[in-house]
T-cell receptor
Framework: DAMVIQNPRYQVTQFGKPVTLSCSQTLNHNVMYWYQQKSSQAPKLLFHYYDKDFNNEADTPDNFQSRRPNTSFCFLDIRSPGLGDAAMYLC??????????FGPGTRLTVL | GDSVTQMEGPVTLSEEAFLTINCTYTATGYPSLFWYVQYPGEGLQLLLKATKADDKGSNKGFEATYRKETTSFHLEKGSVQVSDSAVYFCALSRQRAGRRALTFGSGTRLQVQP
């Protein structure tokens, strides 16, 4: 089945230690998104790639970066995680401006 | 700016009860409207959608009608099951600045008791 895959499902890192979260998709969608979802809150868009074009949300901290080496993969890099960055990180994809399909998420714990 | 307001949860119902989760939105133009469901420990799944006024989205017994006059998109189900226990997010999508972004409500937790 075509899907959005996120690895790992659970990630533990130390305060200030860089961490990378991974997303891959078999849907051949040209748009990929990263959302941050804190406990009991709505997902918040961090940034997205429309094809190779990177689009950052105005309020996304510089601590968060992203890479998209090819159509299928997208990475979220957190350069120096703080305690406030502990959250569920959701990857989503879409074909153009159509509906978004979400992966299962990666729960990040910062010690 | 765009916003979505949902009724606060948790909503606790007995099995086979009728469900309504209210959702209202604020947006200019003609947004598309969505309901997403999130089961414990999982990502979001699209439950249903409507792209224009008076459209009714439906899936798995859930329904919602796009009401432009009241800017609402309330989610309903005639008879809930324990397996419907989850968090439900109302969202809108509107084209702006050359892209289409999702704006989510804060989510409503539904607990269905046997």
């Amino acid at each position: 089945d075509a899907m959005v895959i996120q690895n790992p499902r659970y990630q533990v890192t130390q305060f200030g230690k860089p961490v990378t979260l991974s997303c891959s998709q078999t849907l051949n969608h040209n748009v990929m998104y990263w959302y941050q979802q804190k406990s009991s809150q709505a997902p918040k868009l961090l940034f997205h790639y429309y094809d190779k074009d990177f689009n950052n949300e105005a309020d996304t901290p510089d601590n968060f970066q992203s890479r998209r080496p090819n159509t299928s993969f997208c990475f979220l890099d957190i350069r120096s995680p703080g305690l406030g960055d502990a959250a569920m990180y959701l990857c989503a994809t879409s074909r153009g401006h159509n509906e978004q399909f979400f992966g299962p998420g990666t729960r990040l714990t910062v010690l | 700016g765009d916003s979505v307001t949902q009724m606060e949860g948790p909503v606790t119902l007995s099995e086979e009860a009728f469900l309504t989760i209210n959702c209202t939105y604020t947006a200019t133009g003609y947004p598309s409207l969505f309901w997403y469901v999130q089961y414990p420990g999982e990502g979001l799944q699209l439950l249903l959608k409507a792209t224009k006024a008076d459209d009714k989205g439906s899936n798995k017994g859930f329904e919602a009608t796009y009401r432009k006059e009241t800017t609402s998109f309330h989610l309903e189900k005639g008879s809930v099951q324990v397996s419907d226990s989850a968090v439900y997010f109302c969202a809108l999508s509107r084209q702006r600045a050359g892209r289409r972004a999702l704006t989510f409500g804060s989510g409503t937790r539904l607990q269905v008791q046997p």
